[in-house]
């Protein structure tokens, strides 16, 4: 009855797996490039012509599903995360983040598995974050004029620092690039208190409803 809708489910099924696997190759690729400063200009050629590779196969992705889309601007508000690993290649791991629902345990709608996969994804989207971040930054401010971020340890406590809102002062960006990333991981930091605050919240009016049931 529903073609093209049938069509993208398809192709989505077929390519998920595939495409979080290249996120993964993607990140380590991306991280040994940041990292290595002494790496050959030869494997640097190779990873990076690898990263390019994965930038066409996700371009090519979100562009198909698209295309099959029977509401295009529904789509493109209901797929962020998509249109972001594209638009911004350091943040293609969170595709791992929309796999969890393919999980049998997380397809349920119960209140305690719904809570597990909102710990989760909010554990693993710190971690990627951070880690995502620093790359980023890493990349964007060694060896610019003035930069205090100049190895990939001052930019994992620089991230910790300000997405908890501490600010120690001790490291700061200094590029245009930099900054921006600062901004998005200070949105992102109040996020994540957020999603743990409103977690924890549900739990303790689920604990205290069962309280009083029982009673």
């Known amino acids: ?41 030869a494997a640097s050629a190779v990873l990076n012509i690898v990263i390019a590779v994965i930038w066409v196969a996700f371009a090519t992705d979100y562009v198909v599903r698209l295309a099959l889309a029977t509401h295009k601007l529904a789509f493109v508000r209901s797929a962020p995360l998509d249109l972001l690993s594209v638009a911004v290649p350091v943040f293609r791991p969170f595709l791992l983040l929309t796999r969890l629902k393919d999980v049998p345990y997380f397809r349920r709608h119960s209140g305690s598995s719904v809570r597990l996969r909102l710990v989760i994804q909010a554990t693993l989207f710190v971690v990627l974050f951070v880690y995502s971040i620093s790359l980023a930054e890493l990349s964007a401010e060694r060896g610019a004029p003035g930069a205090t971020i100049d190895s990939f340890g001052d930019a994992i406590w620089w991230a910790c620092v300000t997405m908890t809102t501490v600010g ?28 743990s605050t409103a977690t924890i919240v549900s ?10 049931t029982s009673r």
């Open 168 to 195: 120690y002062g001790d490291y700061v960006p200094v590029t245009l690039l930099g900054r921006v990333l600062a901004v998005i991981l200070m949105f992102g930091g109040v996020a994540i208190v957020g999603v």
């Open 1 to 41: 009855m529903n073609e093209p809708h049938d069509r993208r489910a398809s192709w989505e099924a077929s390519t998920g797996t595939p495409l979080v696997s290249l996120s993964l190759v993607f990140i380590v690729c991306y991280s040994v490039v940041v990292i290595d400063t002494g790496l050959e200009p």
């Open 203 to 212: 739990y303790l009016n689920e604990r205290i409803g069962r309280q009083r």
